[in-house]
């Protein structure tokens, strides 16, 4: 099922050391064991290291096959020019809120409110005794 490149992505899972030393040969294909109830993704081998490098610094296709690559997309009108790509649209700057530049509402007096503000506000009645303590600790103090 992997030998040909496993074009299916799939995994080995396998106790056996012959068998998971064919896979670790192959490269792109995950190997996974049993150790202690758990299963385990071993560590990708030397092989799939070294085809993941390969593969990042291009070598897997050659300049010329790029060249060709190219000039068949252009052939095709696959490729977009520079002048065919669309730019980003900015955002554009806009002005503030219009909510926020409407006038204030004045606010209109009610009677009852009006009555409420003309009530004169009550004194504290402290209670004698805590003040002649207060008074006493701070002549102590003095």
């Known amino acids: 099922m992997v030998e040909e490149g496993n074009p299916h992505h799939y995994f080995v ?13 192959k490269p792109g294909v995950p ?60 955002k554009k700057i806009s002005g503030p809120n219009p909510l926020s530049c409407l006038k204030k509402k004045k606010k209109t007096q009610d009677p009852e409110s009006s009555a409420s503000e003309k009530k004169r506000k009550r004194k504290r009645i402290r209670n004698r005794s805590t003040s002649k303590v207060l008074s006493e600790k701070q002549n102590d103090n003095e």
Do not use: Y
Not at 44 to 57: C, D, Y
Not at 62 to 74: A, D, F, G, R, T
């Open 13 to 25: 899972a396998t106790q056996d050391q012959n068998l998971s030393m064919k896979v670790k040969k």
């Open 31 to 90: 190997l996974m064991f049993i150790i202690q109830n758990t299963i385990v993704l071993d560590k990708p081998s030397p092989k799939t290291v070294a085809f993941v490098k390969a593969v990042e610094s291009g070598q897997l296709v050659s300049v010329h096959e790029k060249q060709s690559i190219k000039q068949l997309k252009e052939e095709q009108g696959l490729v977009k020019n520079q002048e065919q790509r669309r730019r980003k649209k900015r």
